[in-house]
């Protein structure tokens, strides 16, 4: 949502990068395919989105294998990338203590979203149920606002949830 908001402020498309495409068990797959969206957003004014990015912007290690050595080589070759790149990298991930230092010294932002109190919490509730929906007699958002203490992202899946269990 934030790097929407990003995008349409400076005026910059957002495009999410699905890690599902672009992470390869075949050595030297994943390199090539950053190579790819990186070469296709350079001169574009992009800004490219990666969510759960520790999975790609993870913590080297010690060799002790060749999947070691190539797991490194695929957080260097990021690096570099990311640091030519002139558009707008957005990495985001629930673990920042597995992202490479390399890349925290690199952000020039790195913004914590803390999980939203009981009225942000209700004012989530609110605001996501869809307008056409109606809800029983029987359920308290301030109750369930106040007893759950879960992010956005979870009020808005389980929302999701229940408006499809609704219609089956």
Known sequence: FTATLLGKQFQRDVYRIDLSQVVSKFIGET????????NKAENKNWT????????????????????DKYANQEVS??????????GL??????FKSNIDQAFIRRF??????????????LA???????PKASLADDVDMEFI???YEISGSAIVSALHYASL????
């Open 31 to 38: 390199e090539k395919d950053l190579e790819k969206i990186f």
């Open 48 to 67: 490219l989105f990666f969510d759960e990015a520790d999975a790609l912007f993870g913590k080297r290690s010690n060799v002790l294998s060749a999947h």
């Open 77 to 86: 070759y990021l690096l570099q990338r990311v640091e030519d790149f002139r």
């Open 89 to 94: 990298v957005i990495p985001a991930s629930n």
């Open 108 to 121: 020039n932002s790195i913004i914590q979203f803390p999980m939203p109190n009981q009225a942000e919490r």
């Open 124 to 130: 989530i509730w609110k605001e996501t149920i869809p």
């Open 145 to 147: 606002s106040l007893m």
């Open 165 to 168: 269990q609704t219609i089956y």
